[in-house]
């Protein structure tokens, strides 16, 4: 089919990397997130958006920030998910090496600023608690929301292994 996307196509962007696309049923369109490094100052910059109508696309550039709450704590590896019974979307983050999930708007192209909670969490239960993680992953499960993520560097120091969170409800509260 062709190439989905590419930085030359969207303002800002010098590296493209770790894509997710997801089917929102509200807008019944296919939305590819992705990852990137800003090209002028090689921050990184966000999550940004193209969609379309099918999961092959032609992909159209919809916007270049998707403003989770915490994007200026240096945007990390993530993972956009939809909620089976509401319809909802939700993003799970990694924010300064720190993991957070948010709700999206109908659209799943914002936060609606909600936040969920995490028994025992960090910052007051609004974000997991291991520091120095990444590769989010979200599952469900007869009934049951799993978060998944590993420490950052799994060939560094403290080596491979994986955190487990589940919850009934992606907004929480999550236990691991």
């Known amino acids: 089919m062709g190439r989905a996307a590419g930085c030359a196509d969207m303002p800002e962007c ?24 800003n090209r002028h100052n090689h921050h990184l910059h966000g999550y940004g958006v193209l969609s379309a109508a099918h999961p092959a696309g032609p992909f159209t550039f919809l916007t270049p920030t998707v403003n989770v709450s915490r994007l200026s704590s240096g945007p990390g590896d993530f993972i956009p ?13 990694s924010a300064a090496h720190w993991m957070s999930l948010e709700e999206l708007t109908v659209d799943f192209l914002h936060s609606t600023g909600k936040n969920a909670t995490v028994k025992n969490g960090a910052f007051g239960g609004t974000m997991f608690n291991p520091y120095f993680v990444e590769a989010p992953a979200v599952l469900r499960r007869n009934g049951l929301f799993y978060a998944l993520f590993g420490h950052c560097c799994c060939y560094c120091y403290q080596g491979s292994g994986l955190f487990v969170y589940t919850s009934k409800d992606p907004l929480g509260p999550w236990v691991q």
Do not use: A
């Open 14 to 37: 010098g590296i493209l990397y770790r894509p997710h696309l997801v089917f929102n049923p509200n807008t019944k369109l296919y939305l590819l997130f992705y990852n990137y490094i």
């Open 81 to 93: 998910f939809v909620d089976p019974t509401t319809n909802k979307g939700y993003i799970l983050y």
